[in-house]
Structures are given as C-alpha cells and as structure tokens.
C-alpha cells in the first residue's frame, strides 16, 4: 500500500519558539494532504487541508497564524507551529490519498511536546 | 455537516471468539465511502476496510466484515476469531464529498486471552 512518512516522529521544544512537522508522501503524488491533531485518549481531529500551489483551507476553530500549512510539492507537506505553547503539546498525524477512490493513508505521527 | 457516532467507548472479547463494533452517521450526501480504522499503542493508523456507499454488499477483508445499512446510517465492524493483535482503539471514519474524514469518538477493544 501507499506510504506516508513524518519528520520528526517526537519533538521537544521550549514555549516560544517554532516547530516544522513534514509529511511525504514516498510512493505516490498527493495533491492534496491533511492535518490532523489527537489528544491523549481521544479521536483525530482534521486541522486542515493542505493544497499544493494553493493556500490551505483551515476548520472552525483553528487558527492558521498559529498553525501554518505549506504544501510545496506534490510529495511534501508542512505543518510549522509557531510560538509554541504547552497547550500546543500534543500528536499531530498527516494523510494523503493517492487520487483513487479509498481511504488515506496515515504517517506515523508527530509527538510534540512544549516545555 | 456530517457526524460519526461510536456508542461503545470501550468493549473486550475472548481471544478466538467474535465482537462487533457499532457505528452510527449522520449525512445528507448519497455518495460516500465509510471506513473502519485501526489504532495500535504504536499510535500508527491502520486502515481495516472500507464501504462505498453505493454498493449493497458487503465488504469483507478476512476476519473483518462489515454491516452496512444505509437507510439506518449504520456500520458495524465484526471481528472473527479475535487475536491479541487485534487489540487497538478502533475509529469509524466517514470520508465527504471533498475528500476530508470524519473520525467517530472511537472504541477501545481489549482481547483476552
């Protein structure tokens, strides 16, 4: 099947400052990906959806100064949480799909972690 | 706006036996795919099976088998012959007609050996 990596797979950082997740996708093109945010114990929630060539379109409630998307190829998407706060502690997990009718395929997952 | 409903926070079944997953949703589109998803510690998302909507059968994949009932919104995932392997939050997900996925609450299925 479809495979679909995550740089870095856990991360530590100090509140303030900024922290960029990539996701690939290493087998197919995806022009479109997605973000998603878990928390401990609970479901994923879609963040966004990254488009390549174009701005990435946010979901209610998510704010897209704090959680900047660029999708600069056909294989790459990042996600850079800026001015990090601990409450931006949490597992961040990319998709794609190949364009064929289906389900995603899932990266592994960013562990981020805000001191 | 489509939502995913999974009533069962947490279910446990004997190893080699069956359980099934319940799974209800909400929608107003006639063309869509559902999807049951795996979750292991390893936190990495497995997909289980999947449904297109506008197939009456079916589907099936080894062990795992759903019941999809369209008039009622519902899919159930049924597990065969359960293993310790199979032990895993398990998400009901609806994909939308702009390809973004709904994940439901999800169930948290213990195996005992």
Redesign the interface.
């Known amino acids: 099947g479809a495979v679909v990596s995550q740089h870095p797979s856990w991360v530590i950082c100090k509140s303030g400052t900024s922290v960029k997740i990539e996701c690939r996708s290493l087998d197919f093109q995806a022009t479109t990906m997605f973000w998603y945010r878990q928390f401990p114990k609970q479901s994923l929630m879609l963040m966004a959806t990254s488009n390549e060539g174009s701005k990435a379109t946010y979901e209610q409630g998510v704010e897209k100064d704090k959680f900047l998307i660029n999708h600069a190829s056909l294989t790459l998407s990042t996600l850079t949480v800026t001015s990090a706060h601990p409450e931006d502690s949490s597992f961040y997990i990319c998709s794609a799909h190949p364009g064929l009718a289906g389900g995603q395929f899932f990266g592994p997952g960013t562990r981020l972690t805000v001191l | 706006a489509q939502t995913v409903t999974q009533s069962q926070p947490e279910m446990s079944v004997q190893e080699a036996e069956t359980v099934t997953l319940s799974c209800t949703y909400d929608t107003s589109e006639s063309d869509y ?1 559902l ?1 049951w ?1 795996k979750q292991p510690p ?4 497995i ?1 289980v099976i ?1 449904q ?1 909507a506008y197939k009456q059968q079916n589907a099936t994949e080894n062990r795992f088998s759903v019941n999809f009932q369209k008039a009622a919104k519902s899919f159930s995932l049924k597990i065969s012959d359960s293993q310790l392997g199979d032990a895993a939050m398990y ?1 009901c ?1 609806y ?1 939308t007609s ?9 169930t948290s299925l213990s195996v005992i050996p």
Do not use: H, T
């Open positions: 795919y999807f998803y390893s936190r990495q998302m997909l999947r297109e998400f997900a994909r702009y390809d973004k996925v709904i994940f439901g609450p999800g």
